[in-house]
């Protein structure tokens, strides 16, 4: 579970991580684990970095949310592509889900599990739809097969877009290329994959909604709008 980056000011003026907002008094990252527990993800890793010390003390070892977690607290950022080249050495050989911690999901995860076998894909993106593309990254989508990868365009291509909820194989992680600065898996490994016909997308039939950086009070209104409408 990907739980870095910046902290933020929360609507009482406290800084903390962006996974720690709250929502209806509970942090955005405890609905991420509730959804994953209901669908029989139950062994994470978190990797944190700036305020980790506020996820840790919330979660502690998950017991009490149902999950058991294992912490990599970042001592300097890495992005997305650091924090999964830390983990390396604590995934099995078996495919597992690499998640944003800042976003809200409700929809069956095992379909997407199944079609990732199928498929051979190195990684599966959750897929969907969005007026508005510029926040995300863009998807050309032949089949289930992607066969292009753009972040955050000015100008969209597609309608489709990334969810932050992806199935890697282990493979994948020998292919990130290490760095001495913060790399991103949007602008690294996904291209990458897209090009040689390994990144495969999953079109969703559930619930999301993105925290928007940009617009962080406007996605907080439309969690609980979520949350109200969608039994979490």
């Known amino acids: 579970m990907l739980a870095g980056g910046n902290t933020v000011r ?3 003026g406290i800084l903390m991580p962006k996974v720690m907002l709250k929502v209806r008094n509970k942090p955005i990252l405890e609905y991420v684990l509730q959804e994953l527990s209901r669908n029989g993800v139950n062994e994470l890793v978190i990797a944190a970095g700036e305020g980790s010390e506020q996820i ?3 979660f502690g070892n998950g017991s009490s949310f149902g999950v058991r977690i294992t912490y990599l607290i970042e001592e300097k950022r890495r992005g997305t592509e650091g924090a999964l080249l830390l983990a390396k050495g604590l995934v099995g050989p078996e495919p597992f889900f690499v ?3 800042d976003n809200m999901y409700k ?3 095992l379909n997407m599990y199944k079609q990732h076998l199928a498929t051979k894909a190195v990684v599966t993106i959750a897929l969907t739809t969005a ?4 926040n995300f990254g863009v998807i050309k989508l032949e089949g289930s097969k992607i066969m292009e990868f753009t972040e955050k365009p000015v100008i969209g ?3 489709l877009v990334s969810t932050g909820m992806y199935i890697f194989d282990k493979s994948a992680l020998d292919m ?3 760095s001495s600065q913060p790399s991103m898996l949007e602008s690294g490994l996904f291209p990458r994959l897209a090009e040689i016909g390994k990144l495969y997308g999953y079109v969703i039939s559930g ?9 962080i009070e406007g996605s907080i209104k439309k969690m609980e709008k979520l949350v109200a409408s969608a039994s979490f």
């Open 207 to 215: 619930a999301w909604q993105p925290l928007i950086s940009n617009n």
């Open 107 to 109: 929809f069956d995860l």
């Open 99 to 101: 998640v944003n911690g």
């Open 157 to 159: 291509k597609s309608q």
């Open 56 to 58: 840790t003390s919330y």
């Open 131 to 134: 007026e508005k593309t510029s």
């Open 176 to 178: 990130i290329e290490p």
């Open 10 to 12: 929360s609507s009482e």
